[in-house]
Structures are given as C-alpha cells and as structure tokens.
C-alpha cells in the first residue's frame, strides 16, 4: 500500500528573501494522523501582528531543527509520495507584489515545501520521493470541488489535514 503524506509549511519571509527558513510545520496521513511544531529557535515577537503567528496555538510544540527533523522522519517513516496544496504562478506574484521576476522564482520555489523537509531530513533516507505532488493540479484534473477551508487554514497542521481530504475526493473521483 502506498503512504502518502501530505504537507504544510509556513515561513516568515519569502523563499527568495534573506532570511527565509522553516517557521511552523504540519504533516497528515491518509489514516488521519496529523503532527506538528514550530522552530523554538525563532523570535515570535517581532511577528506577532501578522496572519501566521496569532494562529499558534499555546500548547503548539517548540522544538529544535534537529528534533522537528527526527520527528519528521518518524512520522514519515517509509513514505512513497509527498503531496501539498501549490497555488497557481499568478497567485504567488500577486500575494508577494511580485513583478517581472514572478516566473523565474515560482519555477524556482513552487515545491517549496519539499525543499524545506528536505533542508530538516540530512541525509535523506532511501526510498524517500524526490518529488512534490500538486494536490491543486489533481484536483483541477479530477474536476473535484475544493473542500471548505477552516478558518485557521494558515496553521500547517490544520492545512495538512485539508490537503489529505482534498486527496480523498480527488481519489473518489477517478484520480490518483
């Protein structure tokens, strides 16, 4: 049977920015088992009046870049596909008042979520995907109804969760 998991991640600068790394991560299987944690390591105060960081819950793990990356690969364990949510090129240039530049870094980081598992897992285990699947893609090809989303559907693992029921009618259409 193959496991998939679907993931979430949130950052607080852009990928292409100075500074840019892992703020808060959220993980799901297709059992329903979901997992996440946020960076102990970085300073939530100066963020606090954005849309991520009041999302956080208090009980929320804190934990090192090494132990999210431990906990990662054990949740993962023998995974065969990641999967995760991508938005569209136009989405990205607009969110980020992105100009001429949008297409080069949107090819660049459109799997943004893969480089950043792999960035907590070294060395990546054998066996593991090398590729992102684009849940956005398949449902497009599944002609499926995207589900409602939550109201704290920034928080990873909320979004994690999201992503595997969007998996599952995409799946019940005829799709992967």
């Not at 292409?16 to 790394?21: D, H, K, L, V």
């Not at 009980?59 to 596909?81: H, K, P, S």
């Not at 849940?135 to 989303?149: M, N, Y």
Request: aromatic share 10%; charged share 25%; proline share 7%.
């Amino acid at each position: 049977m193959t496991r998939r998991i679907f993931v979430d991640t949130e950052w607080l600068t852009a990928p292409w920015e100075q500074g840019f790394e892992l703020l808060w991560i959220g993980l799901a299987d297709e059992e329903g088992t979901s997992w996440s944690a946020i960076d102990a390591a970085i300073d939530l105060e100066p963020h606090v009046h954005g849309s991520i960081v009041p999302l956080i819950p208090a009980e929320e793990l804190r934990l090192t870049r090494t132990e999210i990356g431990a906990a990662v690969e054990r949740f993962c364990g023998d995974v065969d596909e990641f999967w995760a949510w991508v938005p569209t090129a136009a989405s990205v240039a607009e969110w980020f008042g992105l100009g001429d530049e949008a297409a080069d870094l949107y090819a660049r980081f459109w799997d943004v979520d893969l480089q950043l598992l792999r960035g907590l897992i070294d060395p990546w285990p054998d066996g593991w995907p090398s590729a992102l699947h684009n849940l956005r893609v398949a449902a497009e090809r599944a002609g499926v109804e995207l589900p409602p989303r939550a109201r704290d559907h920034l928080n990873p693992r909320v979004h994690a969760r999201w992503n595997q029921q969007l998996f599952e009618k995409i799946r019940r259409a005829g799709g992967p």
